[in-house]
């Protein structure tokens, strides 16, 4: 099939609005709990509701992707996103945010599923690697960018700048002045529309998935189920992203709450550095895993933000400033590797296999809603503790992890091409 330049960009459009949508909710977490007066507990619920529809979503929605077509189910997708943005944005409160969260995950969820097929049919076989990896740049460029339009927004919202921007004055009549960062869900709702029109518009191709890329059968998942390497590999998917979300999530707060920081500019700030140094970490793991064996850069990268969480929760308030974003750098290789490692584990039903590692993405619902329970009975050091035990899992596929095809590196490129003398 010819190369669809237009459909490439289509796609890393979708990824940003993705990730723009998906990694804000560390930077409100601090609001949501002052405005709504809730616990830490009742906080984590909100991330909760959000990736909890992974876990709910992944794998139906491969069926609706197969029954539908991919246009339909991403127009259906945005869809859901924009109702679930625009129902908090009119009634920002805590309830109603429990279950637009639930809603725009399930949108997140759904797209998740269709852009990748996409995307290898759209830009071709041959540069899928490379175009999946810039994907990934442009992932964490919003998730960098997105709590810097909160901090934006909580700081000239309802101030002499107000008067001087149209887009303020506009989120200004339409957004509590108790409440400015809700007016962020009203940016949301704006995109999500836009994307709503622009995929209703776009020519996708018909094309046939590959193996990897279909849902599979539910006689599939009952075969890899029973097998404990699945559920191994799983475990480990859950525990990486509850890792991640669970940084992510509390880092404002945590900053807020020990160090004195204003989480509107300095805690968002650290957000958005821990997003930005995971992304490029990715480029210095991708050379690394040329080097080094996948499963030791993962044990060495794993002990390494082990090391950063120690140093984030225990040191004073500039160290700790530093540290919480250099665990985003550290962990910027886990979610490749740990796939990589659990679909080369598995000889066949790869397609429904990675179903259901992206099932384990509701890990990022579990994990901050632990840490916000320990937080409230023991403090929230305590509860971010809860973190050595899910690198702790992340850092074990390393010594266990046992692929029946290793990553391709040049130290192994060399002892075929050198014939034994």
Partial sequence: ???????????????????????????????????????????????????????????????????????????????????????????????????????MGAGMATLQVVINPLLRVAGGEEHFAFNSAFAQLIFGS??????????????????????????????????????????????????TVVMVVVTWLSRFPKFKRTEEEQAGTLDMYRKLLRNPVVWLFFGCVFAYVGCEQGTADWISKFLSQYHGFDPHTTGAAAVSWFWGLLTAGCFIGMGLLKIFDSRHVLIGFSVAAIICLTVALFSPARISLVAFPMIGLFASIMWPVLVSLGLNSVAEYHGSFAGILCTGIMGGAVVPLIIGRLGDLFGLRAGMAFLYVTFGCVLSAGFWAKPLITNATIRAKKAVAEPAS
């Fill in 142 to 191: 919003a998730s960098f960018i997105s709590p810097w339009v909160y901090s934006y927004l909580v700081q000239n919202l309802g101030t002499h700048a107000t008067g001087r921007n149209w887009l303020l004055r506009l989120l200004a009549r339409v957004t509590p002045s108790t409440l400015p960062w809700a007016s962020i869900y009203w940016i949301f709702a704006a995109c």
């Fill in 1 to 103: 099939m010819t190369r669809n330049r237009y459909l490439v960009g289509f796609v890393f459009l979708v990824f940003f609005v993705m990730s723009f949508l998906t990694n804000i909710l560390g930077p409100i977490v601090p609001d949501i709990i002052s405005s709504f007066r809730v616990s830490l507990t009742a906080a984590a619920v909100l991330p909760f509701s959000f990736f909890i529809a992974y876990g709910v979503m992944s794998i139906p929605a491969g069926f609706l992707v197969e029954r539908f077509g991919d246009k339909p189910v991403m127009v259906a997708a945005f869809v859901c996103a924009t109702v679930g943005s625009a129902c908090f944005a009119l009634f920002p409160a805590y309830e109603v945010a429990v279950a637009s969260l639930f809603l």
